[in-house]
Every structure is written in C-alpha cells, then in structure tokens.
C-alpha cells in the first residue's frame, strides 16, 4: 500500500490553528478507521484522534474539546482541525488508515510521512 499523502502542517503561535489533510491515494475497495498520532521529540507516539468510516470519532484527552477530526469517505481523506494550539502540540503528526486494497483482502495499515507542527509562545 502507497504512503498516504499528508499537507498542511506549519509554525503558528500558541492559540492559533491549523488544519492537518490527509488522503488515501489511488483506487482502493474500502477505507475503515482513519486518524492521526503524533511524537514530540523524546517522547513516545501517542493517539490523537481517530474516526470510523461511519463518523464515529474518538480523541486522545490533550486534545478534547479543542482538535476536531473528520473525513470525506467519497475521496477518502481526513482531516485535524486544530484549534486553540499549545506548545506541548508540537511535534511530528502521522496520518494513518486502515485499508481494505480490494473486495476479500485483509485489511492492512497505512501511514503517512509524517508532517511537523510547531506551536511557540
């Protein structure tokens, strides 16, 4: 399975927001849980927020009420609205999806390169 394709990363101040895309590309049977994790630097990756196909999202605690994910099965792309930005927001954020490539194939899980967000003060 190709990378997925990852934009809209960048340097804002603290307070401010971005909006993180991602998309599965190519032709593929089926798309289930997409989402995104991120690592700061000396720290372990951790969850952000994730969606199913059906809408369903669920939000790492840092970020509730403040990151809003959603996603547009007809072109099978999500997306981070970030709002409200820390500087304990920095750090890498990696877009994933788990992938059905076609009708009867098991599932497998792509991940983006990872696009860099960088909150100062």
């Known amino acids: 399975q190709a990378q997925l394709l990852e934009s809209g990363g960048g340097s804002v101040q603290a307070g401010e927001s971005l909006r993180l895309s991602c998309a599965v590309p190519g032709s593929v049977f089926a798309v289930n849980l997409m989402g995104w994790y991120r690592q700061a630097p000396g720290k372990q990756r951790e969850m952000v927020a994730q969606v199913t196909h059906g809408g369903t999202a669920n939000y790492g605690e840092s970020v509730k009420g403040r990151f809003t994910i959603s996603r547009d099965n007809a072109k099978n792309t999500v997306y981070l609205q970030m709002d409200s930005l820390r500087l304990e927001d920095t750090g890498v954020y990696y877009c994933?999806?788990?992938?059905?490539?076609?009708?009867?194939?098991?599932?497998?899980?792509?991940w983006g390169p990872g696009t860099q967000v960088t909150v100062s003060a």
């Open positions: 994933y999806a788990t992938i059905y490539g076609a009708v009867g194939a098991p599932p497998a899980d792509a």
